[in-house]
Structures are given as structure tokens and as C-alpha cells.
């Protein structure tokens, strides 16, 4: 009976392990993966609705995109100077920053950019100007400008 076992176990061994073979080129894998999102929109609770933003105080938050008119921004040579009017149309006392950026027309990238801060009591109207604040030809930029209230 040992004399069975250990010639069955002998025949067993000499099989070996089963060698890969190769693949079959002619046919090509597949793989079906359902897509899956993964980017959700994330909406904070507390946004305010969009009635709550007013030109004035009052509870609201105060716009302050209509507050710089008048703007002109053009080098003078080669160097560049912007201008243009605040108005502080709230009841209440605003400091105001006026940003100024000159970007490339082929991508949008930023060339040079100024920001100054103006403090407005309520209802006033005061000029800006930032002079000098570049030193580069006209060719291939673009001025933007904007405004916004600090501590808001």
C-alpha cells in the first residue's frame, strides 16, 4: 500500500505546473467599465438667493460691479495708465479696491495687473487713476478692469 501511495504521488509530481501560452493575437481583449461620475456639483446651504443682492444695504449684499464707470485704460508711449469714476451708491461707508490687469490677447495670460484701494463715504463719487503701472508696447494686450468691496 505505501509501495501505491508513493508512486501515485511520483506521477502526480512529474505533471508539473500548466505553462502559459500565448495569447491569440487575432483577437484583442475587451473590458466593458461603466462610466462613473466623479465630479458631483457641490451647492453650499447658505448661499444667499439672488434677490438678497442689492445696490443698497439693508440686510443685502451689496454690488459693487456698477460702482466704477467712466474707465479708460491706454499707454501713453509705452506706458500704461488707467482711470475711471467710483461711486459709492450705498448708505454705508465702503473701501472699494479697483484691480487693473493687462493680459496677452493670444491666451490670457496676465502681462501686469494693479490694484489700489479707495475708501468712499456713502453716496460719494471720487476719481481714479493708476498711472505708470506698466511699461510694454500696445500690440497683442488687452486692459481689463474691476472692482469689488473689501470685507464683503
Do not use: Y
Not at 443698497?56 to 506706458?79: M, R
Request: aromatic content about 4%; hydrophobic content about 35%.
Amino acid at each position: 500500500m505505501l509501495g501505491v501511495s508513493a508512486s501515485l504521488v511520483l506521477a502526480l509530481s512529474a505533471c508539473g505546473q500548466p505553462t502559459p501560452q500565448s495569447p491569440d493575437d487575432s483577437v484583442a481583449p475587451t473590458v466593458s467599465v461603466p462610466v462613473q461620475p466623479t465630479i458631483t456639483r457641490d451647492t453650499p446651504d447658505d448661499l444667499p438667493a439672488p434677490t438678497d443682492t442689492t445696490g443698497a444695504s439693508g440686510g443685502g449684499l451689496f454690488d459693487a460691479s456698477s460702482s466704477l464707470s467712466g474707465t479708460t485704460c491706454a499707454p501713453s508711449g509705452d506706458s500704461w495708465s488707467f482711470s475711471g469714476t467710483l461711486k459709492n451708491s450705498d448708505t454705508q461707508e465702503h473701501t472699494f479696491t479697483v484691480a487693473v490687469f493687462l493680459v496677452k490677447t493670444s491666451d490670457g495670460s496676465d502681462v501686469a495687473s494693479k490694484e489700489v484701494d479707495v475708501k468712499l463715504a456713502a453716496g460719494a463719487t471720487a476719481p481714479v487713476t493708476i498711472a505708470d503701472f506698466h511699461t510694454g508696447p500696445k500690440a497683442g494686450v488687452e486692459c481689463l478692469s474691476g472692482v469689488t468691496v473689501k470685507g464683503l
